[in-house]
């Protein structure tokens, strides 16, 4: 993407400076975080609205230095841990997605659209801290699931990476181009009113 940023993330439509004001870069400083910091950021995921009011989001987090950092990042793959390791901390976000009615565990089948909310808002206070917050997909799920020792009925989505954004020259060379931001369909290609009928 060689467009200049400020063409590529223009609304369409006024709206908080924020959304386009947040996104995902890989460089990140030394600077470490403290433990309050990380705190914040699951307090805002907290206040996530969720079906039946459920809050089916559970995470674990580490501070870099700590032993559950190191055993979090070899759990991603190898491109995201080349640079993922350096960040200040990694939060793995996973949900629980039963829940108990009638003396039994029984599927909730929100768990994850609610758990996607709670790492926007997440995403979203890390930005309004000063943080940048990126999340991966790109992981092992067995090697994390045994990291983390996640429980049974829990489902892993996403490991996040925060920190305070760095240099994008003490990336990989093949990463340093694409440390920019990036783009959004159209909202007439997202959204349509009354169908997605022609
Ligand atoms: C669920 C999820 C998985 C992702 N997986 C990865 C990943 O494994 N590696 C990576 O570098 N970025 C990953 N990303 C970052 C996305 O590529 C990024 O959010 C997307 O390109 C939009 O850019 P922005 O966040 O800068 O707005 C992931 C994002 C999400 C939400």
Known sequence: MNAPVKDI????QPVDAQFLGRWSPRAFTDATLGEGEVQSLLEAA???PSASNLQPWRFVWALRG??????IADGLVPFNKAWAEKAAALIVVAS??????????VANSFHAFDTGTAWGYLALQAHLQG???HAM???DHAKTAEAVA???????????????RGDAASLPEGLRAREVPSPRLALAEISARGSFGA
């Open 137 to 139: 997909g790109g992981f």
């Open 46 to 48: 907290r206040w996530a």
């Open 131 to 133: 943080l940048v917050a």
């Open 96 to 105: 629980k997605a039963t829940v108990l009615k009638e003396e039994a565990e």
């Open 9 to 12: 993330r223009v609304a369409e």
């Open 150 to 164: 996640l429980p049974a009925n829990h489902v892993l989505h996403a490991v996040v990476a925060v920190g305070h």
């Open 66 to 71: 700590d032993a559950a950092f190191a055993r």
